[in-house]
T-cell receptor, first 115, second 113 residues
């Protein structure tokens, strides 16, 4: 399967703990995006990489959130000192090229539950 | 503020029937409009992408329309199947602003036998 892969699929953690999610995009895709989605809502943009450069961050991305894409391939999203409000589905997507008409390919997400 | 509004929020139809989902947006400047299908517990999957000059685009039993003047789009599903049960999300891309995509809240469709 050469689609976008996210790990883990599910994560349950206690409030105050740190969690890290991984995304492996489609191999030739230079753009990588992180979104957060809560039940019954559309995805909300968190951050975006072109190759290894983080080009844009949403105001939703508080200082407890950090994302990296060190070699321009896989990416990690870390949440420090998790809060119950962080419970959501975290989606990763990738695309190829410089045109913003390129389709986004989404992974199946990591569902985070903070207890 | 850029917004994408979808209606209805949810819809139940019988297998074999047609349905139309609506999307209104205020995103400006406009770059493109996308429809995604999202099965429960899965990531969204692209159905169509339409640019300013495209009025209609089909993908199998799915037909999307775009009226850039009124800033409205619709997604028509023909001869619905049980596997069409999913959320359908309208996404508008803002031009000249890099990556900015504005997502609608989705329409949750249930197709019953």
């Amino acid at each position: 399967d050469t689609g976008v892969s996210q790990d883990p699929r599910h994560k349950i953690t206690k409030r105050g703990q740190n969690v890290t999610f991984r995304c492996d995009p489609i191999s030739e895709h230079n753009r990588l995006y992180w979104y957060r989605q809560t039940l019954g809502q559309g995805p909300e943009f968190l951050t975006y990489f072109q190759n290894e450069a983080q080009l844009e961050k949403s105001r939703l991305l508080s200082d407890r959130f950090s994302a990296e894409r060190p070699k321009g391939s896989f990416s990690t999203l870390e949440i420090q000192r998790t809060e119950q409000g962080d419970s959501a589905m975290y989606l990763c997507a990738s695309s190829y090229g410089t045109s913003h008409n390129s389709p986004l390919h989404f992974g199946n997400g990591t569902r985070l539950t903070v207890t | 503020k850029n917004q994408v509004e979808q209606s209805p929020q949810s819809l139940i139809i019988l297998e074999g029937k047609n349905c139309t989902l609506q999307c209104n947006y205020t995103v400006s400047p406009f770059s493109n409009l996308r429809w995604y299908k999202q099965d429960t517990g899965r990531g969204p999957v692209s159905l169509t992408i339409m640019t300013f000059s495209e009025n209609t685009k089909s993908n199998g039993r799915y037909t999307a329309t775009l009226d850039a003047d009124t800033k409205q789009s619709s997604l028509h599903i023909t001869a619905s199947q049980l596997s069409d049960s999913a959320s359908y999300i309208c996404v508008v891309s803002e031009g000249n602003a890099g990556n900015m995509l504005t997502f609608g809240g989705g329409t949750r469709l249930m197709v019953k036998p």
